[in-house]
Nanobody
Framework: VQLQASGGGLVQAGAFLRLSCVASGRTFDRQTVAWFRHTPGKDREFVAA???????YYSDSVKGRFTISRDDAKTTVYLQMDSLRPEDTAVYYC???????????????????WGQGTQVTVSS
């Protein structure tokens, strides 16, 4: 599956953005899809994940502000980001894999498919 991430931009603190991750080649059916983010000088950080069964998982830093969801056709996964903060500034990546077990869902190294990043910049 090929992934295409989009939706990043420059916004002020408190604003919102919605990122999209579109699958081509196959759908997200029976796959776990996740968003990670990376800031230079820091490790890649787990943001949110959506399992094939609909269960969602979030990092503590975004819980209550971000929402991961997918469309009915299971070709697009969204990351709705509300109440953005300057510390949310990063390059955001979507990732997918059909074989992620629950204990590995926050570890990027277990995802086999990655999209290109989309830059999110939040000014104070």
């Amino acid at each position: 599956v090929q992934l295409q991430a989009s939706g990043g931009g420059l916004v002020q603190a408190g604003a919102f953005l919605r990122l999209s991750c579109v699958a081509s080649g196959r759908t997200f059916d029976r796959q776990t899809v996740a968003w990670f983010r990376h800031t230079p000088g820091k490790d890649r950080e787990f943001v949110a994940a959506l399992r094939w069964n609909g269960y969602t998982y979030y990092s503590d830093s975004v819980k209550g502000r971000f929402t991961i969801s997918r469309d009915d056709a299971k070709t697009t996964v969204y990351l709705q980001m509300d109440s953005l903060r300057p510390e949310d500034t990063a390059v955001y990546y979507c990732a997918a894999d059909p074989s992620i077990i629950l204990s590995s869902i926050r570890a990027g190294r277990y995802y086999g498919y990655w999209g290109q990043g989309t830059q999110v910049t939040v000014s104070s």
